[in-house]
């Protein structure tokens, strides 16, 4: 079965800084404003200094990410400086502001000081499906997966100006958030609706789009969307990631489904890619297992449904995720180092 019948979109949460400080600017209503009509692929989320961009459907991410190429050059000709990182490397404890729209007010009433700390920035994967069976077949699938892509996508080692010992820790502030975690594996669809109905009646929320998941089905597009990855910098790393998700989403409809991992056990080998990324230890197969070891296995099971653009993984494990290049950055020229060196990558 090719990749091609599963189309890949790819949305990514970026950040606004001032072009000269690199601080965080909180003007996204003031850049959507200058953009006019984008058609929903450029838009708010929660905070004002960050910017959602999305592609369309396509039917390989080299072409979904040919439009976050051009969505990131259309931001940034309406005066908006973009920085791609999971967090701000620098940015105080409590300097944010959130948009003021009914959706968000509503959400920082619920959320409190949990979105007063820090915007955060993710890459998100939609993967389309088609039919409820096979959805729950990639989601079951995808799940497992879910230590070895926040390992290789860690991107916030830095937090309030210091270096958190985490690759990832934006996935550290994320889990304070109800409803984001690692989720269960389902039987079939009917237990996925019990389930997803379950929580919505629980947290009095309007609908299964406020179930956080690090990975989940997303009903209304007609896909499954990976959620734990670090927003990146660098295009060439987005593409990578992306094709990732997207050929293991055609392997995992091909080869069936598969026994699912207990909840705990996949989660506390979340938590150890979230810690050390690249150089993790994660529970694979029923044994404990290097992550480069487990990268290379999920690129040879994808690379016959998306080609050799899932190399670019590979690269990742001989040069470093973006938490080990924000590393070698400050090494060289501590925080203001950190902060040019994700601008330009994002520009570029």
């Not at 189309?7 to 970026?14: I, P, S």
């Not at 989601?139 to 879910?146: A, F, I, V």
Request: hydrophobic share 40%; glycine share 10%; net charge negative.
């Amino acid at each position: 079965m090719p990749a091609g019948p599963f189309t890949v979109g790819v949305e990514e949460e970026l950040l606004l800084v001032d072009p000269a400080t690199h601080s965080l600017a909180h003007i996204s209503s003031t850049v959507l404003t200058a953009l006019g009509d984008t058609s929903a692929d450029i838009k708010h989320d929660l905070y004002e200094a960050q910017i959602e961009i999305a592609s369309r459907p396509a039917g390989d991410v080299e072409t979904a990410v040919g439009e976050l190429r051009r969505h990131r050059a259309e931001v940034a000709q309406a005066g908006g400086c973009l920085l791609g990182a999971g967090l701000h490397p620098s940015a105080a404890f409590g300097d944010v502001e959130i948009v003021d729209a009914d959706r968000y007010r509503r959400e920082l009433h619920n959320l409190r000081g949990i979105v007063r700390r820090t915007p955060d920035c993710a890459l998100h994967v939609h993967v389309g499906m088609p039919d409820d069976d096979t959805t729950i077949t990639v989601y079951n699938g995808l799940r497992e997966h879910l230590p070895l892509l926040v390992g290789l996508s860690g991107n916030s080692p830095y937090w309030y100006g210091v270096d958190s010992g985490f690759d990832c820790a934006r996935m550290v502030l994320r889990r304070a958030y109800p409803r984001t975690e690692v989720p269960p594996h389902f039987r079939d669809w009917d237990d996925y609706e019990q389930t997803a109905a379950a929580v919505i009646e629980a947290g009095e929320v309007s609908d299964y789009t406020f179930l956080w998941w690090d990975v989940r089905p997303h009903p209304k597009l007609g896909t499954v969307e990976m959620r734990v990855m670090d927003a990146q910098s660098s295009l060439d790393d987005v593409t990578a990631l992306s094709a990732l998700v997207h050929g293991l989403a055609a392997y995992e409809a091909d080869r069936g489904g598969r026994e699912g991992t207990r909840r705990e056990a996949l989660a506390e080998s979340a938590f150890r890619a979230v810690r050390d990324g690249l150089g993790a230890r994660i529970w694979w197969k029923g044994e404990m297992r290097a992550l480069a070891d487990v990268a290379r296995e999920a690129v040879e099971a994808a690379r016959p449904y998306v080609g050799d653009v899932v190399d670019g993984v590979l690269r990742l494990l001989d040069g470093g995720n973006g938490a080990d290049r924000q590393r070698a950055a400050f090494a060289n020229g501590g925080g203001e180092g950190v902060l040019d060196w994700l601008v330009a990558q994002t520009r570029a």
